[in-house]
């Protein structure tokens, strides 16, 4: 399964399932102004879209790490999501909106299948020793992701209509598919929460070549046989391996906040996703007041992206010049130092501060967002991988939104005061680590 080409065909689909994914909110939002006629009914769609993940990721993870074939339940999470954008844009205008945004939040629960559950699926793809660079290229698709995808949005939307876009999107998500399908199959007996064979064992009750099982991923009933042999599993015990998938769900809850390396990784990226949702509430009042318009807003949110590119593109290059767990906090102090010239630039209201404030704020956007994937990658189980990577993709959209909900009102007050608080906000993501080994010490 692991040929030369299979990193390209990896990251030539999560490139356009990602940029699908980055294109249908702004696609929604024009599409549900110009079909709805409201400024409310297309924020709510977006909205719509963006809250189930908080509980869609966790499950879709769970079915991933059961399933033998992750890239077909993959596959046929983008089939469904692509279909609920395309039957939103359908009832747009002519169902009632209440039901449009219904299916909007149906979609969206399959949402951080195109995020997590691609990355999740990674060491399979390369294995180990080739995983650091292949884990900065991937980090790489979501910046130019989140560079193209806003932009196709608009220059589409304006050339030939707010539908088409939406169209569009649904299209990229559906080139996906065949890079999805033929992802490799899961190893071992883990694959769905029991033996590859549903049960059937060779005769003894033994499969020879499985090897040992490391104690956290091994089945219950587990024991190593003498030279020769395999692993032996007693038939009365099968039952018992076969998890349910609220027990995963608890089990990959307990491994976030379990293992402290993990767990400290995934507070301070919610933490920073929600000093970034209090940057994007900002963007269009500091377009307007500091660029001179608030549709250059887009331009502060471009240079954020093309950096945070070029610094994945030098992390690549060198993938263990620093180790992750340090370049999760010391990004996001980097955060704090771009989100601390945002606030000198609305106060001063200068247009070059602030570019040079959004160059800043991709430096530690981006290696941080590769930092954090090669933690989850050491960190995780196996059998619990696409769970911890989905739901740690459901915590950081839901930090972003708590983000963006809570600035929007200060910055309608005062933008310098949003900015700032952005800043401080992301200064306590780069603090949180301390403060939990701290803790972690003071604990009897």
């Not at 990229?172 to 399908?181: D, I, N």
């Not at 967002?369 to 989905?390: D, K, N």
């Amino acid at each position: 399964m692991r040929t030369r080409y299979a990193l390209p065909l990896y990251l030539g689909g999560a490139m356009a399932a990602r940029a699908g994914d980055e294109m249908s909110g702004p696609a929604l939002m024009l599409a549900g102004f110009a079909l709805a006629g409201s400024t409310t009914d297309a924020s709510s769609l977006l909205a719509g879209l963006t809250v189930a993940a908080a509980v869609g990721g966790p499950v879709l993870g769970a079915l991933l790490d059961r399933a033998r074939r992750p890239g077909r339940l993959l596959a046929g999470a983008l089939v469904l999501y692509a279909a609920g954008l395309a039957t939103v844009l359908v009832g747009l205008g002519d169902w009632p909106f209440p039901v449009t945004v219904l299916v909007a939040v149906a979609a969206g629960l399959l949402g951080p299948a195109l995020s997590g559950g691609w990355t999740a699926q990674l060491p399979r793809v390369v294995g180990r020793a080739r995983l650091p660079r292949a884990n900065a290229l991937d980090a790489m698709t979501f910046s130019a992701a989140s560079l193209a995808g806003p932009a196709l949005a608009g220059g589409v939307a304006g050339a030939l209509g707010a539908t088409t876009a939406v169209a569009v999107s649904v299209a990229l998500v559906v080139v996906a598919l065949p890079a999805a399908w033929a992802l490799p199959a899961a190893e071992g007996l883990l694959a769905a929460g029991g033996p590859p064979s549903a049960g059937v064992l060779p005769a003894g009750g033994a499969l020879p070549g499985v090897g040992v099982l490391p104690p956290a991923e091994g089945l219950p009933s587990a024991r190593v046989l003498p030279a020769g042999g395999g692993l032996s599993v007693a038939p009365s015990r099968i039952g018992a391996a076969a998890r349910s998938v609220s027990g995963d769900l608890a089990a990959g809850l307990r491994t976030i906040v379990g293992r402290p390396a993990l767990a400290r990784a995934t507070v301070t990226s919610v933490v920073s996703c929600a000093a970034q949702g209090m940057l994007m509430a900002c963007a269009a009042p500091l377009g307007e007041r500091v660029l001179g318009g608030a549709e250059r807003s887009a331009m502060l949110l471009t240079c954020v992206a093309v950096s945070a590119l070029a610094a994945d593109a030098v992390l690549a290059r060198f993938p263990r010049a620093v180790a992750p767990d340090t370049v999760v906090w010391a990004a996001a102090l980097v955060q704090a130092a771009g989100l601390g010239l945002v606030a000198v630039a609305a106060v001063a209201g200068q247009g070059l501060t602030l570019i040079v404030a959004a160059f800043v704020l991709g430096i530690g956007e981006g290696p941080q967002l590769a930092a954090l994937f090669a933690v989850r990658h050491r960190e995780s189980p196996e059998r619990l991988r696409g769970q911890i990577f989905t739901t740690g993709a459901s915590l950081k959209i839901t930090g972003f939104a708590l983000g963006a909900a809570a600035a929007g009102p200060v910055a309608s007050r005062s933008l310098t005061a949003a900015a700032a608080a952005a800043a401080g906000v992301a200064l306590l993501a780069a603090l949180a680590p301390w403060s939990m080994r701290m803790a972690a010490r003071a604990r009897p």
